[in-house]
């Protein structure tokens, strides 16, 4: 009977530990990694560049730790590019096409990523679909009609005061850095001290598990993906401030990249660990990696294979800490 308590405890000990060598870890790279380019390049360093690390990175940002959570759990959402996108329409064609106020643009596109976010959800639980193909389904899905409700091409007219705030900051930080920087701290309290917190770790240890801690599936499903899609609409509504206006690609190709993040940041992709620092982290390191490239030259060619190695690597170092546990 003391027995289980006692491994229950290490096993939470030993994934702490590994999460806060994740997070060292990270930290040592992007130190790295900014003093060579630093010394190695001459716009490095310029307060143009820096803002624009942090004005790219909010927007994946946000993804990722809205996609750390889902990971968590043991699954996975192939479709937060895609809800992302259709976020930022509803909010050029809200202000642009309809005349609806800002405030009220920014409630239609929230509430276009929680549907999204509920829909996956339905999938997954009630037809016991995998995260992955549901998910998939939904991005290919959200794309037709983005295509649809654009015509195919760009929505503009976007209201220029919801535009400016792109541009603002507070002190040397963007206003998209801010947001995100309080979407971390707000995620990583509420994953640390919330009941939901606990439940969603819980889950992604086993559904059986679950079970036996009283803890309700279908509720913990539905919640995690109706959180995931909010995020995914607040990372899409930052995209349409910073882009003044909407394209079909918006968010294209952003779901490899927060899923990078995440994992690099310590989420396990078999579920039950994951950290929002190491995930912040995470989300630095690959926009880093891009911009350097960008500084030293590289071609983009090259930097989407090195960013395709990166994303491999992290796999492949979340397969290895599983089996290290």
Not at 10 to 28: C, D, G, P
Not at 183 to 205: D, E, N, P, Q
Not at 224 to 237: E, M, N, T
Not at 251 to 263: D, H, K, L, P, T
Request: net charge positive; aromatic share 8%.
């Amino acid at each position: 009977m003391t027995s289980q308590p006692a491994s229950g405890n290490q096993a939470r000990f030993n994934a702490r530990h590994l999460l806060k060598q994740t997070e060292i870890s990270l930290l040592m790279v992007i130190t790295v990694l900014f003093l060579i380019a630093s010394l190695g390049t001459a716009n490095f360093i310029s307060a143009y560049n820096l803002t624009n690390i942090l004005k790219q990175s909010a927007v994946i940002g946000v993804i990722a730790i809205a996609q750390t959570y889902v990971i968590i759990t043991g699954g996975i959402d192939i479709s937060c590019g895609a809800v992302a996108g259709m976020s930022t329409l509803m909010v050029a064609l809200s202000q642009a096409v309809w005349g609806l106020p800002v405030w009220l643009s920014l409630v239609v596109a929230l509430a276009a990523g929680l549907i999204c976010g509920l829909f996956n959800a339905f999938v997954i639980h009630e037809f016991n679909v995998p995260p992955m193909i549901a998910t998939l389904g939904t991005q290919t899905i959200l794309r037709g009609l983005i295509k649809v409700f654009s015509n195919g091409g760009t929505v503009s007219g976007i209201n220029k005061g919801f535009a400016a705030f792109a541009t603002g900051s507070v002190g040397f930080v963007p206003n998209l850095a801010v947001v995100w920087l309080l979407v971390a701290v707000f995620g990583a309290l509420l994953l640390k001290y919330s009941t939901f917190g606990r439940s969603i770790l819980v889950l992604g240890s086993g559904r059986e598990v679950a079970r036996l801690s009283g803890i309700s599936i279908r509720r913990t499903n539905y919640l995690v993906y109706g959180f995931a899609g909010l995020l995914f609409s607040i990372a899409g509504i930052l995209l349409a401030s910073r882009m003044n206006c909407a394209t079909p690609t918006a968010g294209m190709g952003y779901e490899m990249n927060a899923i990078a993040a995440s994992v690099l940041g310590g989420a396990s992709l078999s579920g039950g660990a994951g950290s929002i620092v190491g995930t912040l982290l995470g989300t630095l390191l690959i926009i880093l990696i891009d911009n350097i490239g960008i500084q030293f030259g590289v071609d983009p060619f090259t930097m989407e294979v090195v960013t395709g190695l990166v994303i491999v690597t992290a796999v492949v170092v979340d397969q290895l800490k599983k089996r290290a546990k």
